[in-house]
């Protein structure tokens, strides 16, 4: 039987820790009679194997027969999620919260009432202090049940409190619900349309944002609520260009879990992305100094992620490398950079199964940005080889773009020019297919079909030509989209002057670093 490597089990099962492995053996050994159950062997085969194949698992499981396999498996798979759920429960304060409520259940279940409602009382509190606002509710209105069925001898006023506190935590979900909507909707609008085009589309992405945060008040607002709502601030100003701004709202995101650290441990992800757009503000708007020591927080905060999960860990990585690359990008020391290069092809062998195709397209573009940077156009087109053939879609068509632009620029480096003649006819052909094409990338690529097979004397007048060009359209915020995928100034400027890329790259930081010392 052909190998299936998205075989839900398999996935789990490589996807444990050693620890996790041996706690699931204990698991076992305590709540069954038989430790050489048929669903124990399956998972020793499942282990020893590297790749799914039913035909090998039945050769090392001989006591099972083919039509028992789906059955075993699928009994396996819940024991495993039940071991893992008792071990990962100390960690994880709503798995216990969610436990202590079914602890509830069972003691109203045998007729224990008031000892269901003094479990209760002590996990409400906990979900409450916590911003579990549904946890809360659902606790609520066990409460209110119990109440309503029950003569408990409560404390007066009771009932009352019962429904304001029910009130209350409505109104928070409510808060937090709108807020966590509006952040999914801004982030799918940049998914959609990119950055705001020009003026009339700029006033309709504030009227729709607008209306969505009227009457917020960020000073009474819940935890998430406020970290939703910077989210969507850092969205909006994402797409409409303003980087000054969505560097402040990135940065009171990253706040939020200074204020309230018991949070980072309660839910890391929303502090890792949090991380993720500080660092990337602070690399859009150049804030070197800044952005380094924040990266230095980061770096230790991935040190102990895996402590937390795997795919915590996984998140981490891909953030703080992309952090990393973009500080050589800042820099100007694109050679230096190419350290990181086989880490990151390590790691993304290694979590090829759960890192999604979009973060891989956003490596290697970064990474071919690194050769081309230093020179290496061979390697560079390498990676960007490996964007184009790949078959993603509408899947970040902006990088697919650029990506094809630095493919036949790097070509022309490297004087294959009969290639040059065949990649300008793709490229076109891939241009034409998109929409609100910028004013940078529609000159460039104009410069490009007329001028690259030009005479070299002429070539250095029509760069000199293009730059004065770019540096006039790129007054307007509209036209600047395209330079953060591809600084073609500074590669013109490298022709002009005849020196390597990276050098012109890092006189510009080392001016602008000895202004912001100033």
């Not at 050489?36 to 998972?43: D, P, Q």
């Not at 891989?360 to 156009?377: E, H, M």
Request: charged residues 25%; hydrophobic residues 40%.
């Amino acid at each position: 039987m052909p190998n299936n490597i998205n075989d839900s089990l398999f996935l789990l099962i490589k996807s444990l820790t050693a620890a996790e492995k041996r706690h699931f053996k204990l698991y076992i050994s305590r709540n069954q009679s038989n430790e050489e159950a048929k669903f124990v062997k399956l998972f020793d085969a499942l282990e020893s194997i590297r790749e799914y194949n039913e035909e090998q698992i039945l050769k090392k499981c001989p006591t099972i027969v083919r039509q028992q396999l789906p059955n075993i498996k699928a009994h396996l798979y819940g024991e495993l999620l039940k071991a893992l759920r008792l071990l990962h429960s100390v960690k994880n304060l709503e798995i216990q919260i969610r436990e202590q409520i079914d602890f509830a259940k069972i003691l109203y279940n045998r007729g224990l009432i008031l000892q269901a409602l003094k479990i209760l009382d002590k996990a409400k509190n906990l979900a409450k202090a916590n911003s579990h606002f549904i946890l809360t509710l659902e606790i609520l209105q066990f409460e209110k049940d119990i109440e309503g069925r029950h003569i408990t001898r409560s404390l007066k006023g009771r009932a009352g409190a019962l429904i304001d506190e029910t009130n209350y935590v409505i109104g928070q979900i409510n808060e937090v619900t709108h807020l966590s909507n509006l952040a999914l909707r801004m982030y799918e609008l940049y998914l959609d349309n990119g950055h705001v085009t020009d003026e009339k589309h700029s006033h309709e992405i504030e009227k729709i944002f607008r209306k969505n945060i009227a009457g917020i008040n960020e000073e009474q607002v819940s935890f998430f609520g406020k970290a939703y709502l910077h989210q969507s601030y850092c969205w909006y100003y994402i797409i409409q260009l303003d980087f000054t701004k969505y560097y402040r709202h990135a940065e009171k995101w990253v706040h939020l879990f200074e204020k309230h650290p018991e949070v980072k441990k309660e839910d890391p992800f929303l502090y890792v992305k949090a991380m993720h757009n500080l660092l990337n503000a602070l690399f859009i708007i150049g804030r070197h100094k800044k952005m380094l020591k924040e990266l230095e927080h980061f770096e230790k905060f991935y040190a102990i992620s895996g402590a937390f999960n795997e795919n915590l860990e996984i998140q981490a990585f891909v953030y703080l490398y992309t952090a990393k690359i973009n500080v050589h990008f800042l820099e100007g020391t694109f050679t230096e950079g190419l350290s990181l290069v086989h880490p990151i092809e390590l790691k993304l062998k290694q979590y090829q199964q759960y890192i999604d195709t979009h973060r891989v397209l956003v490596f290697y573009y970064k990474i071919a940005s690194l050769y081309f940077g230093s020179g290496d156009n061979e390697n560079a087109i390498v990676y960007l080889n490996r964007i184009i053939h790949l078959r993603v879609g509408q899947l970040r068509t902006d990088i697919q773009c650029f990506a094809r632009l630095l493919h036949l620029i790097a070509h022309y480096e490297l004087g294959n020019m009969i290639l040059v003649e065949y990649l300008i006819k793709s490229v076109y052909r891939f241009l034409s297919k998109m929409e609100n094409l910028d004013a940078v990338l529609a000159e460039v690529f104009t410069f490009l079909r007329r001028s690259l097979s030009s005479k070299p004397k002429d070539v250095k007048k029509s760069f000199v030509q293009l730059r004065d060009k770019l540096e006039k359209i790129s007054e307007s915020k509209y036209n600047r989209r395209s330079y953060q995928y591809l600084d073609i100034v500074s590669w013109l400027e490298s022709k002009i002057d005849g020196v390597p890329v990276q050098n012109i790259i890092k006189d510009k930081f080392e001016k602008t670093s000895k202004h912001e010392e100033q």
